[in-house]
C-alpha cells in the first residue's frame, strides 16, 4: 500500500499564505531559517508582512508583541530549539503574561531534525511552555491536521506554542480533518487499553493499535493534539472505559503529554499510566528513523507498554 | 524649532508633583524603586504634558502615540504620570503595591495608559520596534516612545533591537536612555562599564542626541529633533541622577530598590513644596 508522506513545515506555509490572503493583520516574523521552515512562501507573498530579525530570537519574540499591541496577528516561526529555547522569558513577560495575540509556531521539535544533534533537536520545549499560564499548546500529527490546527490558532484568541515536526510524516488525516483546539481526536475505538498520542506519535499509535489487534488487543486511539487547555473529558471517559493508558510523544517524558494524562487521571479517576517518550535524555546525531528507534519512540514500543499493562491486571 | 513655546513653568511644577508623588508611594509602599523614578521625572513630564499626542479618556485611541517604560522597575513614575494626565484617580497611588490594586510593582495592562508590561529588561525596546513597525504598515503618523536604563544596555537583546530598528528605517521610534549611571549592585561603570555609549548606538546607526535629562528644554528639543529625524530612529541619552531631588539618595545605589520610610518623605515632600 502506498503510504501518503507529508510535510508539516510545508502544510503550514501554505496555511499562512491563506491566512495572509484573507487578513491582512497576519504578519510573519522569521530569524534566518525562513527558508529552512517554508515562511519564505509568505514572505515572497507578502514582503512588507514579513520581518526577518536576523538570528536574534529574543528581539523577534519582542517585536511579535509590539506588532499584536498595535493590532497585528504575528506568527513566529524559526526552530523549536530557538523559540523558545533562547526566549522563555520574552514569550512570559512580553506574549503570555499579557496574554498577546502571538501565534508562536515553531518546527524541527523533538530528535526529528536528526543529524543536527541535540543541540538541535528539543525534548522539553513542550514542557517549559506548558508551565507558563495563559499560552495554548499545540502539536499536529501530520500536514492535513497542521494546515487545520493552524487556521485555527487564527481564529482563537490569544497566544499559542505550536510545534511541528521536520520529518516527513505519513498522513493521519486522509484531507482537512474537523479539529477543534482543546478537543482530543478519536481515532479509532477500543475496550483494552487507550493509546493517547501527539505529534509524529500518532501515526505510530495508529500503527500500534494494528499490531495489537492482531494479537487480540483492542486498543482506542487519540490525538490529543492540544496539550494546553487539555482535553481531560476525552481521556477520563477513555480512561473509564479501557482501565489503562498508554502515552506516546515525542519529547521527554517529564512535562509532556504523558504528564498531562497522569495529571488528569490521578485527579479524578486512577489508572495506571505508562509514558512512551524520550526517557529523561538528551538525543545525538543519527538518522531519524535510527533516533527514534533508539528513544523508544515507535509503534513498537507503543505495543510492548500497552502488552505490559493489558498483562498486568 | 518651537522652543519658545515651552511652558517650562506648568512643566516644572508637575516634576515637583511627580516626585513628591513617588516619594509617598514607596514609602506607603515600605519598598519600590525610588531612585530610577527619581531620575526618569523630567523625561516622562516633556513626553505626556507636552511631546506626546495622547488623550487619557481614550488609553485606546489607535492614532496615540505610543510610551514603553522598558525600565519597569520605574513603575512608580510612570503611575504619578498617569494619575497626573488624568488617566486614573490620584487617590490610588497609596494602593501601590498592595494586594488588589491596580497598580502592581511593575507595570502590566490592569492600568489605563501602560502601553507595556516592563520589568524584566531589555525588551522594551522589542516591543516598541514591534509598535512602530505597525504604524508603518499602517501608515499612521503615531510615533512610540522607549524609556530604557542604563542598566539595560547589559543585556543582548537591547542590542539585538539595536540593530534591527535601523535595518526598518524607523524613524518614528524614539529611544531615550536614562543613564543615571547606576545599576541594582552599583555604578554602571564598575558593574559593567557601558561606555562610549553614544558611539555605540552610533555604530547600530543610530541618530544619537545627548542632553541633560533635567534639563526640560533641552529634552523637548532633542524629542522635535528626532521627530524630524527621516529614515532614522534616535536615541536621546538623557544624562540624569539617580535619586534625584533627594539628596542623600542622589548616586547611592542602596536606593535603587528601598523605600525611605514615611517620616523622612514627610520631611522631604514639604521641603519639595516648598522650594
Redesign the interface.
Known amino acids: 500500500m502506498l503510504v501518503q508522506m507529508s510535510s508539516m513545515r510545508d502544510a503550514y506555509a501554505e496555511a499562512l499564505v491563506e491566512l495572509g490572503a484573507k487578513d491582512s493583520r497576519v504578519?510573519v516574523l522569521g530569524a534566518d531559517t525562513s527558508v529552512s521552515i517554508r515562511t519564505s512562501l509568505f514572505a515572497d507573498r507578502y514582503p512588507?508582512?514579513f520581518?526577518n530579525?536576523?538570528i536574534?530570537e529574543?528581539?523577534?519574540?519582542?517585536?511579535?508583541?509590539?506588532?499584536?499591541?498595535?493590532?497585528?496577528i504575528?506568527y513566529v516561526s524559526t526552530y523549536s530549539a530557538f523559540v523558545p529555547g533562547k526566549c522563555l522569558?520574552?514569550i512570559?513577560?512580553?506574549i503570555a503574561?499579557?496574554n498577546l495575540d502571538v501565534k508562536i509556531v515553531s518546527s524541527h521539535g523533538g530528535l526529528t531534525v536528526g543529524a543536527d544533534g541535540a543541540s538541535h533537536q528539543t525534548v522539553e520545549d513542550v514542557a517549559a511552555i506548558r508551565a507558563i499560564p495563559h499560552l495554548r499548546v499545540v502539536v499536529p500529527a501530520d500536514a492535513n491536521s497542521t494546515r487545520v490546527l493552524v487556521d485555527r490558532s487564527w481564529t482563537t484568541r490569544g497566544p499559542f506554542y505550536v510545534r511541528l515536526s521536520r520529518a516527513n510524516v505519513p498522513e493521519v488525516y486522509q484531507s482537512s480533518p474537523d479539529l477543534q483546539i482543546g478537543k482530543a481526536g478519536l481515532l479509532k475505538e477500543g475496550s483494552d487499553v487507550t493509546i493517547v498520542a501527539c505529534g509524529v506519535m500518532v501515526n505510530e499509535a495508529v500503527e500500534a493499535a494494528k499490531s495489537l489487534s492482531k494479537d487480540g488487543v483492542s486498543a482506542e486511539v487519540i490525538d490529543s493534539h492540544t496539550l494546553k487547555p487539555f482535553d481531560t473529558d476525552t481521556v477520563l471517559k477513555s480512561a473509564k472505559k479501557t482501565g489503562r493508558i498508554v502515552t506516546a510523544e515525542e519529547q521527554n517524558i517529564v512535562g509532556g503529554l504523558g504528564s498531562a494524562v497522569a495529571e488528569t487521571v490521578s485527579d479524578s479517576h486512577p489508572v495506571p499510566v505508562s509514558r512512551v517518550g524520550v526517557r529523561d535524555t538528551f538525543g545525538e546525531s543519527g538518522e531519524y528513523k535510527e533516533l527514534m528507534t533508539k528513544y523508544g519512540l515507535t509503534s513498537q514500543e507503543i505495543v510492548r507498554a500497552s502488552k505490559r499493562l493489558v498483562a498486568s491486571r | 524649532m518651537e522652543q519658545a513655546q515651552i511652558p517650562t513653568g506648568m512643566l516644572l511644577q508637575k516634576a515637583v508633583k511627580i516626585r513628591t508623588d513617588i516619594l509617598e508611594m514607596v514609602a506607603e509602599a515600605k519598598s519600590g524603586h525610588p531612585g530610577g523614578s527619581l531620575s526618569a521625572v523630567e523625561i516622562l513630564v516633556s513626553l505626556f504634558f507636552y511631546k506626546m499626542r495622547h488623550d487619557p479618556k481614550r488609553p485606546d485611541w489607535?492614532d496615540r502615540d505610543?510610551f514603553?517604560l522598558s525600565k519597569g522597575h520605574a513603575a512608580p513614575a510612570l503611575f504619578a504620570t498617569l494619575a497626573e494626565a488624568g488617566y486614573f484617580p490620584a487617590s490610588e497611588l497609596k494602593t501601590l503595591r498592595k494586594m488588589n490594586s491596580r497598580l502592581q510593582g511593575h507595570p502590566?495592562?490592569r492600568v489605563p495608559g501602560v502601553?507595556?508590561?516592563g520589568?524584566?529588561l531589555?525588551?522594551?525596546?522589542?516591543?516598541?520596534?514591534?509598535?512602530?513597525?505597525?504604524?508603518k504598515?499602517?501608515k499612521k503618523d503615531y510615533r512610540v516612545y522607549a524609556l530604557l536604563g542604563d542598566g539595560e544596555m547589559d543585556e543582548?537583546?537591547t542590542w539585538?533591537?539595536a540593530?534591527?530598528a535601523p535595518k526598518?528605517k524607523l524613524d518614528n521610534l524614539t529611544a531615550i536612555v536614562d543613564r543615571n549611571g547606576i545599576q541594582q549592585d552599583g555604578l554602571t561603570e564598575q558593574i559593567m562599564p557601558i561606555e562610549p555609549l553614544g558611539y555605540k548606538w552610533k555604530a547600530f546607526n543610530w541618530h544619537v542626541l545627548e542632553v541633560d535629562g533635567f534639563d526640560l528644554r533641552q529634552v523637548i528639543e532633542a524629542l522635535e529633533k528626532a521627530e524630524n529625524m527621516r529614515n532614522r530612529p534616535t536615541v536621546i541619552i538623557a544624562h540624569t541622577v539617580k535619586g534625584k531631588g533627594v539628596s542623600f539618595m542622589e548616586w547611592d545605589p542602596a536606593y535603587h530598590g528601598k523605600a525611605p520610610d514615611k517620616d523622612t518623605v514627610r520631611k522631604l515632600v514639604e521641603h519639595m513644596r516648598q522650594e
Request: glycine share 16%.
Open positions: 504578519v512588507e508582512r520581518f530579525v536576523g536574534a529574543a528581539n523577534m519574540v519582542g517585536i511579535a508583541a509590539g506588532l499584536a499591541l498595535a493590532g497585528k504575528p522569558d520574552q512570559r513577560n512580553a503574561y499579557p | 489607535p505610543r514603553v502590566d495592562f502601553e507595556f508590561p520589568g524584566s531589555g525588551i522594551g525596546l522589542s516591543a516598541a520596534i514591534g509598535m512602530a513597525l505597525a504604524g504598515l499602517d543582548g537583546e539585538e533591537a540593530m534591527a526598518f
